[in-house]
């Protein structure tokens, strides 16, 4: 089945540095969805990626659909603490409704 | 307030003796999900419903059961569970199915042990 990896799978940088997470498909996606899971929390939607080579962008977060739809990342410019958290990449799988969701990038911020 | 309602948040239970887990929203969407979350396994799907009485198999369906007698409730059953449904577990929902604007919102999440 279709399958959806994440790397890297843990990440602590130092409250200012940048930080990026990388999702690949194993098949194209219509869309891609990026989510946040705070530490004891639930995941949280911060954006959804349609169009091939679409760039957004929320404040010190920059997110990005590969030209291919088969690839995403999320960067984060200037990390703070409040950044901390487990980001997830989504995809509906293909010719079903399943929406496959990656292995997720866990973030520390160490002040 | 818009919001997936999840019950019980935390359960401790004995391998076999059935249990529900419910989900209802108050949004009006018609697709909704549950999900496991493993230390690095991620978010796995068990089931989905893209509208009452439709209800489809996940990646990880074993074990469980759900069903969508009303648009708004989505209850998930473990008919027996095991030591290995130990896990956390997540409801949530969203207005379409995943290839249209499909932003789910998730429910707080419900911690359950079977020993």
């Known amino acids: 089945g279709q399958q959806v990896m994440q790397i890297p799978q843990y990440q602590h940088v130092q409250e200012g540095e940048d930080f990026t997470t990388y999702c690949n498909s194993s098949t194209t996606l219509s869309n891609i969805q990026w989510y946040k899971q705070r530490p004891g929390g639930h995941p949280v939607f911060l954006i959804q990626l349609v169009k091939s080579g679409e760039v957004k962008k929320q404040k010190r977060l920059t997110f990005q659909f590969g030209e291919a739809k088969k690839n995403s990342s999320l960067h984060i410019t200037a990390t703070q603490t409040t950044d901390v958290g487990t980001y997830f990449c989504a995809g509906p799988e293909s010719n079903t409704d399943k929406l496959i969701f990656g292995t997720g990038t866990r973030l520390q911020v160490f002040p | 307030e818009a919001q997936v309602t999840q019950n019980p948040r935390y359960l401790i239970t004995v391998t076999g003796k059935k249990l529900t887990v419910t989900c209802s929203q108050n949004m009006n969407h018609e697709y909704m999900s549950w999900y496991r979350q493993d230390p690095g396994l991620g978010l796995r799907q068990i089931y989905y419903s893209m509208n009452v009485e439709v209800t489809d198999k996940g990646d990880v369906p074993e074990g469980y059961k759900v069903s969508r007698k009303e648009k708004r409730n989505f209850p998930l059953i473990l008919e027996s569970p095991s030591p290995n449904q130990t896990s956390l577990y997540f409801c949530?929902?969203?207005?379409?199915?995943?290839?249209?604007?499909?932003?789910?919102?998730f429910g707080a999440g419900s911690r359950l042990t079977v020993l």
């Open positions: 949530a929902s969203s207005l379409e199915g995943p290839s249209g604007a499909n932003v789910l919102t």
